[in-house]
């Protein structure tokens, strides 16, 4: 009986190695087909889920503070929403093809501040100390009155001279007079005007009230939006006034109260006023670099369907824009809709004909439900099905390359934050970016007729046989 319990024994300790070898074996062979597949940027997201798991949502008060950021985060303007896209967009990318996105996006950020600070550069003002102007309010040594419609203010004539051309011209057609009256373009101006226009031509720095205050006051919107407009129109013509009478200081004060007003209500009315010959190329620089900062913003406001044409169209084409592709597509579509009801009335497939072409609608994956609904209307043609993928993305060909969105380089740099590609795959992944496809030249000749010029005679003297 002992034996027979004996070899029951061995031969179930048989049985249990043989199935722990084949489990083993079993196991081997998965890994081996792991480890044979190429990875992609699923495995590194499926992982990056994983370690966050347990310690992002260790505790109940934590659980309550995700669910919350998700619920603010919901909507198609917030970061989130569009870490999630692009996170779908490279699921099936190579690590090497994130990284090279990741580098051009970097480059793209970079060449971003260096527009931004040459868009805010502009020629330095000539200074002038601000004891002068105590002078004036001291009335100390003053020796000409500056006479305009029911007032006069006291002024130094030889600060009038080196400073302003305008007043130049004036004090030399009275010399000996201690009362000169305003003539010319000064003769418009009212006492705070000119009140402004001396304290910056003694101070050498721009009125701390009055216009530059209410310009200022502007963006949040005091008095209704009528009442912003017509202090925009007051720096608009002391802005011009200045330019004439050549005063730079008194030109960049309005600059920056001008800018300092910007809001999505006041745009249009800003670029409207930048398109004329006399405005400030200053201005215009910033306005379109606002318009581009906040293009969500802007295009969803009652004002937007005053915006010119020509300001979206540059916007649009625009490495900098900071807005999706899909939420520009949508923003653009519902400003069709808007500026077809204000007058002549246009229809809004004409509007958005010049503009949606402009929007990179080759990054958009086939099944987006804007561009689905975009060639629904016929604003864009319909989507191939390599749309939205590495090559799009990469601009590989004829397809443009993304912009400069730096919610997308925030969640590269996330994503890749713990990678480490290998260098030889990451230098095949960018001469496949850069190198183009050579077009076959071959096919012009198969137009070309045969016989279509009668060969010349040859000659009398001429072999008609060669020899090799």
């Known amino acids: ?9 061995v ?7 043989g199935a722990a070898l084949e489990r083993q074996q079993v196991g081997d062979a998965s890994d081996r087909t792991v480890c044979g597949a190429p990875p992609t940027m699923a495995d590194v997201i499926r992982e990056r889920k994983k370690k966050a798991g347990g310690a992002a949502l260790g505790t109940l008060r934590r659980r309550l503070a995700a669910a919350a950021r998700r619920s603010r ?21 190579r690590p090497a093809e994130v990284v090279v996105l990741g580098e051009q996006l970097e480059a793209l950020a970079a060449l971003r501040d260096l527009h931004a600070q040459a868009a805010l550069a502009r020629e330095p003002a000539r200074p002038l100390a601000a004891d002068l102007a105590r002078l004036r309010h001291a009335r100390l040594a003053c ?44 003769a418009s101006l009212s006492r705070a005007q000119l009140e402004a226009v001396l304290h910056a031509l003694y101070a050498g720095a721009p009125p701390p009230a009055d216009h530059a205050g209410s ?54 009315h800003v670029l409207r006023w930048c398109a004329e010959p006399v405005a400030s190329q200053w201005v215009q620089r910033q306005a379109m670099r606002y318009l581009r900062d906040e293009f969500p913003a802007v295009m ?24 999706g592709e899909a939420q520009a597509l949508r923003a653009l579509l519902r400003w069709a809709e ?6 002549p009335g246009a229809a809004p497939r004409d509007l958005l004909a010049p503009l949606a072409p402009l929007v990179r609608t080759e990054h958009l994956p086939p099944d987006c439900d804007v561009l689905q609904q975009a060639v629904r209307r016929g604003v864009v043609g319909a989507p191939a099905p390599w749309q939205g993928g590495a090559a799009a993305w990469l601009g590989r060909g004829a397809c443009r390359p993304p912009r400069c969105f730096l919610p997308y380089l925030d969640e590269v740099k996330a994503l890749l934050e713990s990678q480490v590609v290998p260098e030889a795959e990451l230098a095949a992944a960018r001469r496949s970016r850069l190198l183009l496809p050579i077009p076959d030249a071959l096919y012009m000749l198969a137009d070309i007729p045969r016989n279509r010029h009668p060969r010349p005679e040859r000659r009398a003297g001429m072999s008609h046989t060669c020899s090799c």
Not at 1 to 9: K, N, V
Not at 73 to 93: I, M, Y
Not at 160 to 186: N, Q, Y
Not at 303 to 318: E, G, T, V, Y
């Open 1 to 9: 009986m002992s034996r027979l319990l004996c070899c029951l024994r």
């Open 11 to 17: 031969r179930r300790a048989r049985d249990d190695m």
């Open 73 to 93: 985060d919901a909507g198609p303007e917030r970061g989130c929403e569009h870490a999630r896209f692009l996170r779908s967009v490279v699921a099936t990318w």
């Open 143 to 186: 020796d000409v009155e500056l006479r305009g419609a029911g007032f006069s203010l006291p002024a130094h004539r030889a600060v009038l001279l080196a400073r302003c051309d305008h007043f130049r011209d004036l004090l030399r057609r009275h010399p000996a007079s201690a009362r000169v009256p305003l003539e010319g373009v000064s």
């Open 215 to 268: 310009l200022r006051n502007c963006r949040g919107g005091g008095g209704g939006r009528h009442a912003s407009l017509a202090m925009l129109d007051d720096g608009f013509r002391l802005y011009e006034i200045a330019r004439f009478l050549e005063m730079p200081i008194v030109v960049q004060g309005c600059e920056d109260a001008i800018v300092c007003a910007l809001s999505p209500d006041t745009l249009p």
């Open 300 to 323: 969803a406001a009652p004002a937007a369907a005053a915006l010119p044409r020509a300001a979206l169209a540059d916007a649009l084409s625009s490495d900098f824009l900071q807005a």
């Open 338 to 343: 808007r500026a077809a009801r204000e007058p």
